[in-house]
T-cell receptor, first 111, second 113 residues
Framework: GESVGLHLPTLSVQEGDNSIINCAYS??????FIWYKQESGKGPQFIID?????DKRQGQRVTVLLNKTVKHLSLQIAATQPGDSAVYFC??????????FGAGTTVTVRA | SQTIHQWPATLVQPVGSPLSLECTVE??????LYWYRQAAGRGLQLLFY??????ISSEVPQNLSASRPQDRQFILSSKKLLLSDSGFYLC????????????FGEGSWLTVV
């Protein structure tokens, strides 16, 4: 499953499939980007981050891709599990340390 | 690692009453501190951030204010609450000049009635 920017705030994906969540950021001066996951009733949970001098970073089952040319960030989740159901936020930090979050994408995993 | 203490966890306040939410950070020094608000079903809205004692940057014009009287203390205040101030408030911290890990407090649920 794949979401496009902030205009499709929901993503439904079959368990076991890969998920791609997209985010368009606004400031070309942003030097640091973070993906968060928020489950219902809880605070945001850090997933993975990437600096502007990188274009890809991998974690456990997750990969973040950064395309500075088009100011686009994506989070790929491999073999999506029911526990991955949550709202996913991208955040960008400018070099004055302002950290701003996107609107979020709700991911629902179908059994 | 850092620990962020945020209180109170829950409060119900009448319209027009004052507000004070406090956030303290342990396990680091000179952090960058942030206050966010999250309305029900919405994203995180940046309200204020601070890179040092007495240094406050405001992102959204509103009836809220923030102060940083000590290095690891960040306070969110209001003199007169509005109904629209209801929401979930989160304090966050990032440390180091090139810090790359953000820590969140447990959050404060505010209901203005």
């Amino acid at each position: 499953g794949e979401s496009v920017g902030l205009h499709l705030p929901t993503l439904s994906v079959q368990e076991g499939d890969n998920s791609i969540i997209n985010c368009a950021y606004s400031n070309s001066a942003s030097d640091y980007f973070i993906w968060y996951k928020q489950e219902s009733g809880k605070g945001p949970q850090f997933i993975i981050d990437i600096r502007s001098n990188m274009d890809k970073r991998q974690g456990q089952r997750v990969t973040v891709l950064l395309n500075k040319t088009v100011k686009h960030l994506s989070l790929q989740i491999a073999a999506t599990q029911p526990g991955d159901s949550a709202v996913y936020f991208c955040a960008e930090r400018t070099n004055d340390y302002k950290l701003s979050f996107g609107a979020g994408t709700t991911v629902t995993v179908r059994a | 690692s850092q620990t962020i203490h945020q209180w109170p966890a829950t409060l119900v306040q009448p319209v027009g009453s004052p507000l004070s939410l406090e956030c303290t950070v342990e396990g680091t020094s000179n952090p960058n501190l942030y206050w966010y608000r999250q309305a029900a079903g919405r994203g995180l809205q940046l309200l204020f951030y601070s890179v040092g004692i007495g240094q406050i940057s405001s992102e959204v014009p509103q009836n809220l204010s923030a102060s940083r009287p000590q290095d690891r203390q960040f306070i969110l205040s209001s003199k007169k609450l509005l109904l629209s101030d209801s929401g979930f408030y989160l304090c966050a911290s990032i440390s180091g000049v090139r810090g790359n890990t953000i820590y969140f407090g447990e959050g404060s649920w505010l209901t203005v009635v």
